[in-house]
């Protein structure tokens, strides 16, 4: 005679297995097909904005590709980069933490950040700033780590965070040292 406890060891691996197959469970649906070059080429638009140079649309080509590569459409659209359709905003959002980390991680792989902000500094100053001084003034004054900080603090919006008011005080002490004598 088998015994209730023989007979239920023998059965659970049997339960159990019935357990897994699903049934009659729908299938997932299928994720959306997604033109990855048509989400490219938005990418690049929201880069490069009114900036339509050359320049700025070689770094948006490589941002929206390595922004592309790094995540999948999904990940973009729960990250805040694309939309519930799967389009890109046309202006970008303040992003939370994974979605800011995933925009800089693009644009630090495509722009030197320290470059595009002397950039921005010698444009803001109609030429006046020396770039290679500014440039190595905000290298030694900041680290990688303190730069990248500061660009994801920017993208999520936290203009009062610690690392970007870092940055914007190096960058004026920069902008000054760089400045020629009066």
């Known amino acids: ?25 729908e299938p997932a649906p299928a994720a959306p097909t997604i033109d990855t070059a048509a989400v490219q080429q938005a ?15 070689q770094a948006g080509e490589c941002f929206a590709a390595a922004l592309t590569d790094s995540a999948t459409p999904d990940e973009l659209r729960d990250a805040g980069l694309l939309d519930e359709s799967y389009a890109v905003p046309p202006v970008l959002p303040p992003l939370g933490r994974e979605g800011a980390e995933l925009w800089v991680d693009a644009q630090f792989k495509c722009v030197d950040f320290v470059s595009e ?8 100053t109609k030429g006046k700033v020396d770039a290679t001084a500014y440039e190595t003034c905000l290298r030694k004054a900041l680290t990688e780590d303190q730069l990248y900080e500061a660009a994801v603090q920017s ?28």
């Open 43 to 57: 990418l690049v638009g929201l880069w490069v904005g009114d900036d339509v140079t050359a320049e700025a649309t």
């Open 155 to 182: 993208v999520m919006g936290d203009f009062g965070g610690d690392a970007v008011a870092a940055f914007s005080q190096a960058q004026l002490d920069c902008v000054q040292q760089a400045l020629p004598p009066d």
């Open 1 to 25: 005679m088998i015994r209730p406890v023989r007979l239920l060891t023998l059965l659970l691996p049997a339960v159990l297995l019935l357990g897994c197959t699903g049934g009659d469970d």
């Open 117 to 124: 902000s002397a950039r921005a500094q010698v444009a803001a």
